[in-house]
């Protein structure tokens, strides 16, 4: 998670938001009928402070991926610790907004200054769920780090691809030794061998900086988890399976566009 006021910027290990404030261009298209496209790859803005239209500071993070549960809501995904305050609060029912500003690179991170809520679209979603984060760091309860956002299917439509990523399946982690990929907003599309497992969690050498938290992380294009930070992140199945056991909005979740 990364955390900006204004123009200072300050990088914390296991996240990736990014908190600041004004207007760019939209890196993202939008559907025919005028809504936006989101999907795994798409930078989100949240926790905007004083409010959206005059913001001086907000986060950011990455979405890991957009689908439908069995009862066909329209469900995004990103990591649990955007959604966690200073506090220890889960911010379940914080509104979520598009990012529109474009995503960079892992040579030049996108500017943490250029990142902006999208007000013309307005709010495309709310926290339903914040799962335990995964405090890889401290002494608290490990867990897979995953948050589910009921999107505004008025305000958005899924996309299966969002610039270096295309995402068709869910499965496993490979094995060991395989190149696996993200798309973060902050650093774009990098790429690096998987290295073996931590408890719930599997290990590579992926590039992931401030604001990319979230990011999916793909075999082709196979969705096989969420990148959280310290070249780490949770397996997907592992985080249907517990969605599925807590019932509600993201049960059943599948890959739709």
């Not at 993202?28 to 402070?49: H, K, N, P, Q, Y």
């Not at 469900?75 to 955007?82: E, I, K, R, W």
């Not at 401030?210 to 959280?228: F, K, R, Y």
Request: glycine fraction near 14%; proline fraction near 6%.
């Amino acid at each position: 998670m990364l955390r900006v006021l204004r123009a200072l910027g300050l990088v914390m290990l296991l996240a990736g938001m990014s908190l600041v404030a004004a207007p760019s261009a939209s890196a993202e298209t939008r559907t025919a009928d005028a809504r936006t496209a989101v999907g795994g790859g798409t930078g989100i803005v949240f926790r905007l402070s004083p409010s959206p239209e005059a913001p001086a500071s907000y986060y950011i993070c990455t979405l890991t991926a957009v689908g439908r549960d069995r009862a066909g809501n329209l469900v995004g995904l990103t990591n649990a610790h955007c959604f966690i305050d200073d506090k220890g609060n889960k911010l379940v029912g914080e509104k979520v907004y598009r990012d529109t500003s474009p995503a960079g690179t892992a040579a030049a991170p996108a500017p943490i200054p250029d990142s902006r809520p999208d007000l013309a679209t307005g709010a495309i979603g709310t926290v339903t769920y914040v799962s335990t984060p995964n405090n890889l760091l401290n002494t608290g309860p490990k867990g897979l780090d995953y948050a589910v956002i009921l999107l505004d299917e008025t305000r958005v439509a899924p996309t299966n691809t969002v610039d270096g990523v295309t995402i068709t399946s869910i499965g496993a982690p490979p094995a060991n030794g395989t190149r696996m990929c993200k798309q973060g907003h902050r650093t774009g599309l990098t790429c690096g061998i998987k290295l073996g497992t931590n408890g719930i969690w599997f290990t590579h050498l992926i590039w992931t900086n401030g604001g990319d938290s979230g990011s999916p992380v793909v075999v082709g294009q196979t969705l096989v988890g969420n990148a959280w930070g310290a070249q780490h992140s949770s397996p997907i199945l592992s985080i249907i399976d517990e969605m599925n056991a807590n019932g509600g909005v993201g049960a059943g979740f599948h890959i739709a566009a």
